[in-house]
């Protein structure tokens, strides 16, 4: 489970068993935190006592699996709200967690061992929202959508559709539920009292060719995640950074891995054309606009050029995107290097929170352009890509 999570939410916004209020207690089983979002998840696993009568047994399971992990949850969702860092589970200081005014709780319990004899009813159960899955549900659930952003959606729409007041009916497996969701443009009705989902729409998904077209071309975004993932060592030090330090390196990559699916495919694609390109020709640089607002600038540097060189130069051409788009809160540059021939190696991360970009900004990356002659070499292109490619 713990390496579904990670291969979802990326290695450095996953902790399993952290710390709660100290060394021996256990905060939940995973804990996910990428800024604004929170995810409490607590994992019980009860064996369905088969042997009893039907209405003790449900109970017995539902207390266990279910009501226990319930009960974990808030307990971690109240112990968090004192905290200012996650604690890991040896003890050491994990991310800065995001400020409660801004914090986006999630809870999701996953109930094991029930055989599918006891309903599983999700729902606010006293202190706030939380997600009811099984183990085989909550795999499928992160296995389609596996990013932060993709799950969120969904986990918001259904939290919104039941709040509501309307009863959902699944048959059949849980992902029936998502394949509603993704049918119907990632969305639930509204203004509905009962929601029936029959054992259609998941193959009634899968079974689509525009849906395997987008399997195909989704193939190109993992690239995206492989990005991030090189920046982060086996024990979720940042490379570059400080030990223990969590600042503008993490800043980058929370931002990097809040794109969604279809926004890492875009940009992953464009990545790998800008890096073929930049091995065979003089083009040193490329700047992409992802789906969440953020600017990327991408630049390749040659072995020569050592580290100060490459960081002044990542962070003039930092500057100049913002200034040559005209908006964007946030710019992340990454640089790549060609370390021996033929391969390409990435190198410093820059990040420039442009929420308070002023005039002056604009005058200062204006004289700089200008002594670069930035603007002669600089060609424009949009690109429209489909989620469902068209046959």
């Known amino acids: 489970m713990l390496a579904v999570c990670k291969r979802s939410f990326l290695s450095l916004w996953c902790d399993n068993n952290p710390q709660g209020k100290n060394a021996s207690k256990e905060l939940c089983d995973i804990l996910v935190v990428c800024d604004p979002h929170v995810v409490i998840i607590s994992v019980k696993e009860i064996q369905y006592q088969t042997d009893k009568d039907p209405d003790v047994a449900n109970k017995r399971w539902e207390r266990g699996a279910i009501d226990e992990s319930v009960k ?87 939290e919104a559709c039941t709040s509501a007041g309307c009863k959902t009916l699944v048959l059949g497996p849980e992902k029936n539920l998502l394949g509603y969701y993704l049918l119907n443009n990632k969305k639930f009705p509204a203004d509905v009292d009962v929601l029936m989902i029959d054992n259609t729409f998941w193959p009634g998904l899968t079974e689509r060719e525009d849906y395997k077209r987008k399997k195909e071309a989704d193939k190109i975004s993992y690239d995206w995640d492989r990005l991030i993932e090189q920046y982060i060592g086996p024990n979720k030090e940042l490379l570059g950074e400080p030990e223990g330090q969590f600042t ?124 670069r002659n930035f603007e002669a070499r600089l060609t424009r292109q949009s690109v429209t890509e489909l989620e469902y490619p068209a046959g």
Request: proline fraction near 3%; glycine fraction near 10%; charged fraction near 30%.
């Open 72 to 158: 974990q949850i808030y307990g971690a969702e109240r112990w968090l709200a004192n905290a200012t860092r996650v604690v890991r589970k040896d003890g050491s200081l994990g991310l800065r967690l995001p400020p409660l005014e801004t914090r986006r709780v999630h809870r999701i319990a996953v109930a094991i061992g029930g055989k599918g004899e006891v309903p599983i009813k999700p729902g606010d159960l006293g202190k706030g929202y939380v997600h009811i899955l099984t183990e085989r549900g909550f795999e499928d659930l992160l296995t389609e959508l596996d990013t932060i952003t993709d799950l969120i959606k969904f986990l918001a729409a259904k």
């Open 248 to 371: 503008g390196m993490e800043l980058a990559l929370r931002v990097m891995a809040r794109e969604d699916r279809l926004s890492r495919r875009m940009l992953a694609g464009a990545m790998r054309e800008f890096v073929e390109q930049a091995m065979n020709s003089p083009f040193r640089s490329r700047t992409m606009c992802g789906d969440s607002g953020a600017i990327y600038v991408l630049i390749f540097f040659k072995p020569t050029e050592d580290r100060d060189h490459r960081l002044a130069v990542l962070n003039d051409r930092i500057g100049l995107a913002r200034h040559t788009i005209g908006k964007g809160d946030t710019v992340i540059g990454i640089g790549f290097v060609e370390s021996e021939p033929d391969t390409i190696d990435v190198c410093e991360l820059g990040y420039l929170d442009a929420m308070g970009w002023s005039t002056e900004d604009d005058a200062s990356a204006e004289r700089l352009k200008a002594e």
